[in-house]
């Protein structure tokens, strides 16, 4: 080979190392973003599942309430018991968060 080949090759041969480190880079930034995106991701299911967790214990507590018949006992009363049931609830979310 004369060297004008050799020079030609090593010019290709750079002009593609130059291709796969740019190519290299635009890779590890989409894996940036990616990698940023799927966090938020994960935080906001992490959001949508607590809040779906409330909204079963509102159901819950609708329910208590409605079986709860008013004409036996007094309004203070009910509240009470509902409150209880509030604060026992809001126990078994504590521990469940831990």
Do not use: W
């Not at 991701?41 to 208590?64: A, H, P, S, V, W």
Request: glycine share 2%.
């Amino acid at each position: 080979m004369d060297q004008e080949a050799i020079k030609t090759n090593l010019n290709g041969l750079e002009r593609k190392i130059m291709l796969l480190i740019n190519e290299q880079k635009s890779l590890k930034d989409e894996i940036r973003t990616i990698k940023l995106e799927n966090h938020e991701l994960r935080t906001d299911l992490r959001k949508r599942e607590e809040q779906l967790t409330n909204f079963k214990n509102q159901i819950k507590i609708t329910k208590i309430v409605d079986y709860i018949n008013p004409e036996d006992e007094s309004i203070s009363d009910l509240r009470a018991k509902v409150d209880e049931y509030i604060r026992e609830i809001d126990k078994c979310i504590a521990n469940v968060s831990r």
